[in-house]
């Protein structure tokens, strides 16, 4: 389970990075909650926790570079 500290580095991410491609989507669609939830589906689903933030927030940058409904 993804811990809320990496949650927090991703939205900490998304802000200082709003500028820089969709990261605004992060900070303004976003919340704490929904995403420590993705985190945690991603962990379910690839079976491997995040364990650095950079991990976390390379998941969310993943997100933001292949969802087309983002542009």
Known sequence: MASEAMAKAVLEHAH???DVGRW???AECWD???VQEELDRAETASR???TLEDGAISHFAQIIAID???H
């Open 16 to 18: 200082r990075y709003y």
């Open 24 to 26: 605004y989507v992060v």
């Open 32 to 34: 704490l909650w929904s």
């Open 48 to 50: 491997k926790p995040f």
């Open 68 to 70: 087309p409904t983002l």
